[in-house]
């Protein structure tokens, strides 16, 4: 048994105690299953904080709560870090000059083209140069909620139109 599932395992067994449930295997195994993938380290905090605010038995999304929270808030902070590496990059070039080839993943050359392209950040004059960065960071984020979110739409008829709009928004998307 790993450390992760013995953890789970010492939390179902006093969260039962606390909140008068009985922990039953199955139940056990569905903790596990969503939770198993998490670190020690990880856990232990969210599990503290489950019996200092939680009235009701949790469920696996009420333990994982706090930590997506913190997924979501880092999520701008990283695309604002990257438009700043683009911007210093777009700053780089000379339209007389070509540009030395480097790789640029999906999700940002999706956020600089939104953004205008590279020429157009790298000649905007100062004041559109914020609506540049704003489109940019929506952009970029926009593509990681629906990299998260990619498969909660079951293969049908539905999903083939929608995909075919999340291509036409962000181009290179894997539908």
Known sequence: MDSSSKAIRE???????????????????????????????????????????????????????????????QTPLEAVQKWQQVLTYAQSTSPDIPARPIRIKEQTQAAIRAAGGLDWIRDCPKNDLQWAKKRFVEAF????????NQFLLPDGELKIPIAGAADKLLPGAKP
Not at 18 to 36: D, F, H, R
């Open 11 to 73: 939390f179902l067994a006093k969260a039962g105690e606390v909140y008068s449930k009985q922990i039953t295997a199955p139940l056990v195994a569905i903790w596990i299953e969503q939770l198993g993938d998490y670190r020690v380290e990880q856990l232990e905090p969210l599990f503290r904080q489950v019996f200092a605010t939680c009235k009701f038995f949790p469920t696996p999304a009420d333990v994982l709560q706090p930590l997506k929270k913190t997924e979501e808030a």
């Open 141 to 148: 984020t926009s593509w990681t909620a629906l990299e998260k």
